[in-house]
């Protein structure tokens, strides 16, 4: 029972397939059935044109009627029509149209005019107007017989010979303008009095006195001697406008150095062996201007003696110095350091006096000449950071 279901729905597949084959034929094929008269339509219609025009010039022309070609020779010419007993069979349900038979694809050749009239011969006028051929599907309009002249443009039996322009005289010489002016009307009293303008005066040069500009010197520019005091194109700077790039770089002048200061952070005892004790001091003294900055001694020439005096501040006897220390100008010299900080850098040892405390009071004096600067301080007895790193030159 399956089985048999199966059969009959592939079996109505196919028939429906073939049957919508059939319809593409079918229509196509009414379709160029259609296409065939619509093409026969409008070549009836040309010939009926061509010959509605040679009518119109056959009423003008009548002397050349003899030549005039026959209409139904010129429908004759016509491409064949299939006729209706003559096309192909509509197939039934279950025939397929053959769409690459001949009748389908290759039209019937047209009939060409008889080539054996001869054409001396008249044909015999025509009594009415023919019978659309079988098959075309439209009719054909009536025959038109009289034209309205008015209608008919007008046209010359034969063209007109050409002729050549008349000669025009020889030009006169120069633009050929008028010589005489022609007087102009004068105004009627209605209008007016006529002013007339004077005549234009001639131009004269002015004089030597009349120039406003200096006269041209002749010889090639050169420059004026001396700096004009506003030159062209100018421009002054505001006062408080700053040149930039054009003035040489200036150097600050040095600062005079003012006074001596006690550097109290590098300055503390020093150990000259290995031993626990503290041998000596190490000062740190700086050189500043009246502005309180730093100043590089070596932008300087030291040529002064130093000379250090320490006491003891605990000590309440009339003799409280611990040593005195004198340096002449080389020694002073040698002691000027950069690092760590730029200055004297000042190494003593105790000598027969030992300080009983934990800090000394220290006197510096410089003296050059007639001038002379001072400073003092207190100094503790620990080791100083700058004396760690510091060593004698040799």
């Not at 590098?266 to 290995?274: A, K, M, P, R």
């Amino acid at each position: 029972m399956l089985a048999i279901c199966c059969l009959i729905g592939l079996s109505a597949g196919c028939r429906g397939r073939a049957h919508e084959d059939l319809y593409r034929a079918k229509m196509a094929n009414e379709i160029r059935v259609l296409e065939d008269q619509l093409y026969d339509a409008d070549y009836q219609n040309r010939v009926l044109r061509d010959e509605l025009e040679r009518s119109r010039n056959q009423d003008l022309r009548p002397e050349e009627s003899s030549n005039q070609v026959p209409r139904e020779r010129i429908l004759n010419q016509s491409p064949p029509q299939v006729l209706d007993d003559q096309r192909p069979t509509t197939p039934d349900d279950y025939e397929i149209l053959d769409l690459n038979s001949p009748s389908m694809t290759e039209p019937a050749s047209p009939s060409t005019p008889d080539q054996t009239e001869q054409p001396g011969t008249e044909a015999p006028p025509p009594a009415s107007t023919p019978a659309p051929a079988a098959g075309s599907g439209l009719p054909l309009p009536p025959a038109i017989e009289n034209v309205p002249d008015q209608d008919v443009p007008e046209t010359p039996d034969s063209p007109l010979p050409l002729v050549d322009p008349p000669k025009e005289s020889a030009p006169q010489e120069g633009l050929g303008m008028p010589t005489e002016t022609p007087a102009a009307e004068k105004p009627s009293e209605a209008e007016g009095p006529f002013l007339e303008l004077p005549p234009p005066a001639e131009l004269i040069p002015p004089g030597e006195g009349e120039l406003m500009d200096d006269q041209i010197i002749p010889g090639p520019p050169l420059p004026p001697d001396e700096d004009p005091e506003s030159p062209p194109g100018k421009v002054t700077n505001p006062d408080d406008a700053k040149t930039m790039g054009f003035d040489p770089p200036t150097t600050e002048p040095l600062s005079i150095p003012d006074r001596l200061e006690l550097h109290d952070g590098l300055s503390g005892g020093h150990q000259l062996d290995q031993d626990a004790d503290i041998d000596g001091l190490f000062l740190v003294v700086t050189v500043v201007d009246d502005k309180g900055r730093s100043l590089s001694l070596e932008n300087f020439d030291v040529d002064a003696d130093l000379t250090v005096v320490v006491l003891d501040p605990d000590d309440d006897s009339q003799d409280a110095r611990i040593g005195r220390w004198d340096f002449n100008p080389e020694q002073v010299r040698d002691m000027v350091r950069q690092a760590p900080i730029d200055g004297i850098h000042i190494p003593i040892a105790w000598q027969d006096r030992v300080p009983e405390g934990n800090d000394v009071m220290v006197h510096i004096r410089m003296a050059a000449a007639e001038e002379e600067m001072r400073c003092q301080g207190r100094v503790r007895l620990e080791q100083s950071v700058a004396s760690a790193n510091w060593l004698p030159r040799g």
